[in-house]
């Protein structure tokens, strides 16, 4: 029900990619662009500026973005709440998430699940991909969220949202604007997650596929969480890659960028991890509310 037009807005400002929303919508890229330009004939403002390859939100397209924000939770809720008229839900429901999305994602999530099913109590566990893994096979948790790559034959797997892997450094990093090669990584200063982390896991295979061995790189010390690695981007020269998602307030403020690598991108999905076999009806409420 989210007009279309601001739904593609939506997806380009989120993604800053008019190719990885046409992508994401099924869409061809000049249909994006289309709507984009009868937006901006619409409210009589240009929406996004170019910088070399990639693509900023001007403050007009800032402002839209929030916005549209709004106005698609809006339609979400009006949605929701008219499919769960009369009906009752109690229960507990134990979720495990990867660091960056209970961080980061769910929060929000839960908040407005409260919001709805006050009689529902959940409890969240944090850890990395793997620890999460784990808690699921010994039945410590009801449902996964995780952000790794390695799938097994013991769960389900199915996506939760999209999610994009990114080269931060602080905003007046002296190689701040510029493209990279892939090769120019040798050079860099890197700090990377710890081992277990599915962050870490998606970096190592997607280099590994441009035949750039992460053990070779200079790693100047391995960190626990995403918010940790911000902080000391923020007192070093170093980079790092970090989930989109745990800095789009450091971007929208200024205090990190994203460098861009030539013909490189590390794309992924966040998944729910469940047991094989049928759900509950809890966990399919959460899986619908979460989607």
Not at 150 to 156: G, L, P
Not at 180 to 191: A, F, G, S
Not at 200 to 212: G, V
Request: proline share 2%; hydrophobic share 40%; net charge negative.
């Amino acid at each position: 029900m989210f007009d279309y037009r601001l739904k593609v807005f939506h997806t380009v400002a989120t993604r800053l990619s008019f190719t990885k929303a046409s992508e994401e919508l099924h869409i061809s890229q000049p249909a994006v662009t289309k709507h984009i330009k009868e937006i901006e004939t619409q409210i009589g403002a240009k929406l996004f500026d170019r910088k070399g390859t990639s693509i900023q939100l001007t403050q007009s397209g800032k402002i839209l973005f929030e916005h549209a924000e709004k106005i698609r939770n809006i339609y979400r809720d009006m949605e929701f709440e008219i499919s769960q008229i009369s009906q009752q839900h109690k229960g507990k429901l134990i979720i495990g998430a990867s660091t960056t999305i209970a961080q980061y994602i769910l929060p929000e999530i839960l908040a407005k699940f409260n919001s709805y099913y006050k009689d529902i109590k959940i409890e969240l566990l944090t850890g990395n991909t793997e620890t999460i893994s784990t808690l699921l096979k010994e039945e410590k948790i009801d449902l996964g969220i995780i952000e790794g790559e390695s799938q097994s034959s013991y769960f389900e797997y199915t996506t939760f949202k999209p999610d994009e892997i990114v080269l931060a450094a602080k905003s007046d990093h002296p190689l701040a604007h510029k493209t990279l090669h892939l090769k120019d990584l040798y050079q860099l200063d890197l700090i990377f997650r710890e081992q277990g982390s599915g962050t870490l896991e998606f970096i190592q295979n997607r280099l590994k596929e441009k035949e750039i061995n992460i053990h070779e790189l200079n790693t100047i010390m391995q960190l626990g969480s995403s918010e940790s690695i911000k902080n000391y981007l923020l007192h070093s020269e170093c980079m790092a890659f970090l989930s989109i998602s745990t800095i789009l307030n450091e971007l929208k403020n200024s205090i990190l960028t994203v460098i861009d690598i030539k013909n490189f991108s590390i794309e992924r999905d966040f998944h729910f991890i469940l047991p094989k076999g049928d759900q509950s009806e809890l966990i399919k409420l959460f899986l619908r509310f979460a989607e």
